[in-house]
Nanobody
Framework: QVQLVESGGGLVQAGGSLRLSCAAA????????MGWYRQAPGNQREFIAF???????DYADSVKGRFTISRDNAKNTVYLQMNSLKPEDTAVYYC?????????WGQGTQVTVSS
């Protein structure tokens, strides 16, 4: 059973920063792809960023240059550094672990950006 626990969400003013963390249980963390997604009320869940086991990363156009995904394999943790936050970044943020054909989700953490 894969367990993912997100943390770091909160309320921040536009232009501010937050860092989200996602801790994963298990010994396979270093070889799996980790991703961040978000879902705003009334919207579908959307891709934000991913990082592979060897550190390759990619981002949605909406967050390129503002968000940075990173991982610490020794801590089984993936991070999402979010800078220059905008009100439209308000959403529940989820991390996802991809192992072969299967994906595992965390419970989500709320990020609210006030204008």
């Amino acid at each position: 059973q894969v367990q993912l626990v997100e943390s770091g969400g909160g309320l921040v003013q536009a232009g501010g920063s937050l860092r989200l963390s996602c801790a994963a249980a298990g010994s396979i963390f270093s070889i799996v792809t980790m991703g961040w997604y978000r879902q705003a009320p009334g919207n579908q869940r959307e891709f934000i960023a991913f990082i592979t086991g060897d550190g390759r990363a990619d981002y949605a156009d909406s967050v390129k240059g503002r968000f940075t995904i990173s991982r610490d394999n020794a801590k089984n943790t993936v991070y999402l550094q979010m800078n220059s936050l905008k009100p439209e970044d308000t959403a529940v943020y989820y991390c996802k672990l991809t192992l072969g054909p299967r994906g595992y989700w965390g419970q989500g953490t709320q990020v609210t950006v006030s204008s």
